[in-house]
């Protein structure tokens, strides 16, 4: 596989821009190559197009070591300088490629170090703008080693933080342990005793021997000690292994005595645990981030001197990249195998093996987030779709007969009740395509929606359950209207889509390992992190990007007052969703929880900026277009004044909306772009006018209220049905751009570790414009539940630099 291809593919996308530009130092070699050939044969090539192939670049005549002479070449060998043709000129457009600062004077050749070193060499065999593959090949080294450094930095003091927050979990699990060990009178501990709990070969014999009445006769070997010593040996052997690194600060604690709750013993540890991987994500992804850059320089040079027939690939290597920290830092890999010893010693009870194995797995996804392949989940998928779209045929042609209308005469209110249920199941198979496009382009998904990276599901898997629902709908709808009255076996058709309700309720919360339990559970805790309103616990992505999909739905959620009328109604034809106001309460609902969501983002934020108070307006004219709708409903008239109160509602509305889904979500319209009102970076350039087809689609749709204007009472209840299809198919389009938005703030800010919340009080340290931490007692009062914001980042910034620097040593 070529090099390129494969630094393309294993990249880690939000660091993209800091990776080798290798693609462009290759390019830099092919103009080098020939204005060297041309300035050493004294001609210059036929045409400098670029439709040439390359091995037409690529021909050379005599190499210039093989001369054997030290002599500058000279630019008039063949003629008078004025009769010939200039050389190629070398430059760097294209490229993506910078050179810094370029030297005044470069190192005469004629110099007394003319054997002396890699600049002396350099000089001698090259002209000035042959020099410029060196220029900007050290600015690539000079860039990538302060972003290597950064990033080891940045690691070591969210190491440094999280093994103080370990310390804390340790004093903590003593206390846990103290309450819980022994209860008076023993009966439920003789109990507990006996439960099995992870037991070895030895337990479960004396749980067997005391069945039967009867004692293990102890061993010959005497205990050195209990479980619980033996457990807090591990963990403290694991904590001295980081101290004898010298990067932190083990003893590193608050001296205030603490109070811990035993009850949320489990919830912190459950946290820490959750950290510990993540760190060890970020570490794996900054070592393979070297490891893929050493290997491209050395291809690049390797490449270089084949391409010029010179040896200048060890000398260079060694003089400018063999001592950087990009090769010679061991800090890195030091801290993957504390993080190993750490997460087996807390969290697998010294199984190393297994921690290895449950850590490696949560990087799977960050370093090879290519698409695999699962036959049978696309097998399975394809096969459920395809029945449900035969099912739903054959149903409409029957419901096109007399006959079976006469014999449902409610067919009308059950079609609506089946419109209700089809729509959020249509959203979630469209969904699926959203993972696939943005798994083509590399858009980590995983990452953003905050899944769980050692249990996250490939897009393929996850089509199973949605597909899984839709046939089941398909089903009821077709036994529905198939199912003949004097049949024995004969279900009321109104009763198949209770059953369906019950089904997909059933497979959404099955506690059984099956159809992807952990991406279930991720799903119905995101739900009710957006039903609470941000009144529990901070925003984040997926809660408002799932209250934004829930407010593409606001069908379904409306009528489901009708559906409920109607099955207590007993279909008798009494509800009218017009004469009621829980009609716009719940139409309204999305809308309100995702106001509700910006005013807590606002207050979390604490007054930093105002963009979230004017997204929440923005939700409060969508509350006023559905009141006003309603409104105008009651009376039905054109020309009463709740109808120019709705028109202009639903103007604002959607003007609002549709401009803030492509200047704020989205963030198009650029004028600098290199297409007109896009962006700088798109993910999709390859299919570019698709953005131009989603912004004109997107404002479409937002005025498609307009076709309530042509319709009479007997068909609202398809235009309306009709409308909210194409709002979901307008969702549809608005995720491929959102997340790709969300992805390209990542990149640019270089995030690649998420914000988790930390059990205990975290001691922050404020550094003076010298960078010198400030005395405590000017530190802030540090809070429960705290993520790595900047200030733990920067937290004893002085003196994690300098035992980084004492820990790589005076050469490095």
């Not at 080098?32 to 050493?40: E, S, T």
Request: with cysteine; aromatic share 12%; hydrophobic share 40%.
């Amino acid at each position: 596989m070529k090099f390129a291809r494969y630094l393309e593919e294993n990249a880690v996308d939000e660091w993209r821009k800091a990776y080798l530009n290798y693609a462009g130092l290759k390019k830099l070699i092919k103009r080098v190559k020939l204005h060297y050939d041309a300035r050493k044969t004294g001609t210059v090539p036929v045409s400098e197009s670029s439709s040439h192939p390359a091995a037409r670049l690529l021909r050379s005549g005599t190499s210039y070591l093989a001369r054997g002479q030290r002599t500058v070449p000279r630019y008039g060998a063949l003629g008078d300088p004025e009769e010939q043709d200039p050389l190629p000129p070398v430059t760097l457009d294209g490229t993506g490629l910078e050179t810094g600062v370029l030297p005044a004077e470069p190192v005469r050749a004629d110099s007394k170090m003319v054997d002396a070193g890699l600049e002396a060499t350099i000089s001698r065999q090259f002209d000035e703008q042959e020099r410029l593959f060196f220029y900007a090949l050290d600015h690539e080294v000079d860039r990538m080693v302060e972003f290597y450094d950064a990033r080891e930095l940045e690691a070591v003091e969210r190491l440094s933080t999280l093994v103080s927050q370990l310390i804390e979990l340790a004093e903590h699990r003593r206390t846990y342990k103290t309450r819980t060990k022994r209860i008076d009178g023993g009966h439920l501990k003789n109990i507990w005793s006996k439960v099995p709990r992870g037991l070895d070969a030895e337990e479960l014999q004396r749980l067997r021997l005391s069945a039967q009445g009867r004692e293990l006769q102890p061993s010959s070997r005497e205990p050195t000690s209990s479980d619980e010593d033996v457990g807090h040996q591990r963990r403290e052997h694991a904590l001295e292994q980081i101290h004898d690194l010298n990067l932190v600060d083990v003893g590193e604690t608050s001296k205030e005595p603490r109070h811990y709750d035993p009850v949320h013993y489990k919830t912190a540890r459950k946290k820490l645990r959750a950290a510990v991987v993540e760190n060890y994500r970020a570490l794996e992804i900054l070592n393979n981030y070297a490891i893929l850059n050493r290997t491209g320089l050395n291809k690049i040079l390797k490449k270089f001197d084949k391409a010029l027939q010179v040896h200048l690939w060890d000398m260079y290597y060694e003089e400018r990249i063999q001592q950087r920290s990009l090769v010679v830092s061991p800090t890195v890999p030091q801290m993957l195998h504390a993080l190993e010893d750490i997460f087996a010693n807390y969290f697998e009870h010294g199984d190393k093996k297994r921690a290895r194995d449950i850590l490696r797995l949560g990087v799977t996804h960050a370093l090879l987030p290519h698409e695999t392949g699962h036959h049978r989940s696309t097998f399975v998928t394809g096969l459920y779709i395809g029945i449900a779209l035969c099912l739903v045929i054959e149903a409409f042609d029957h419901i096109m007969h007399k006959s079976t209308r006469a014999l449902i005469p409610k067919w009308p209110q059950l079609l609506i009740t089946y419109a209700v249920f089809f729509l959020p199941t249509l959203f979630a198979v469209l969904f699926g395509l959203n993972l696939i496009a943005w798994q083509h382009v590399r858009i980590n998904a995983v990452f953003i929606f905050e899944f769980d990276a050692t249990t996250a599901i490939d897009p393929s898997q996850y089509f199973e359950l949605p597909s899984l629902c839709l046939w089941l709908l398909a089903l009821c709808f077709y036994q529905s209207f198939t199912a003949m009255p004097d049949d024995e076996r004969y279900v009321s058709a109104t009763t198949w889509p209770l059953l369906w309700l019950a089904a997909v309720a059933l497979l959404l919360c099955n506690p059984l390992p099956i159809m992807h339990r952990s991406g279930r559970a991720w799903f119905l805790r995101s739900c009710a992190r957006v039903l609470t309103g941000g009144l529990i616990g901070s925003i984040e992505f997926r809660d408002f990007f799932l209250g934004d999909e829930m407010n593409s739905i606001a069908y379904s959620v409306s009528n489901m007052w009708l559906v409920q009328c109607e099955y207590r109604s007993a279909w008798q034809s009494t509800c009218n969703p017009a004469a009621t106001y829980w009609t716009p309460v719940l139409s309204s609902l999305p809308a309100f929880l995702r106001l509700m969501q910006c005013i807590r983002r606002q207050y979390d934020c604490k007054g930093t900026t105002h963009v979230h108070l004017v997204n929440a307006a923005k939700y409060a004219s969508t509350i006023c277009h559905a009141f006003a709708y309603f409104a105008f409903r009651t009376t039905g008239s054109q020309s009463s004044v709740r109808f120019v109160w709705w028109i202009v509602s639903a103007t604002i509305n959607a003007c609002f909306t549709s401009s803030w889904d492509i200047l704020m979500d989205w963030n198009l319209l650029h004028r600098e772009a290199r297409y007109p009102f896009l962006r700088m970076h798109l993910s999709f350039e390859d299919i570019w006018p698709m953005y131009y087809v989603a912004m004109v689609t997107n404002v479409l749709i937002r005025f498609v209220w307009v076709i309530y204007l042509f319709g009479s009472p007997s068909t609202l209840p398809l235009l309306t049905f009709i409308a909210a299809v194409l709002e979901v198919f307008r969702r549809w389009l608005w995720n491929f751009i959102r997340l790709e938005n969300e992805h390209i703030g990542n990149a640019d800010t270089y995030k690649i570790v998420r914000e988790l919340p930390l059990p205990y009080p975290v001691k922050r340290h404020r550094l003076d414009k010298d960078g010198e931490p400030l005395d405590s007692s000017h530190a802030p009062t540090p809070t429960k539940a705290q993520p790595y914001h900047e200030d733990q980042v920067l937290a004893s910034l002085a003196r994690t630099r300098q035992r980084l620097a004492q820990h790589r040593g005076p050469d490095t």
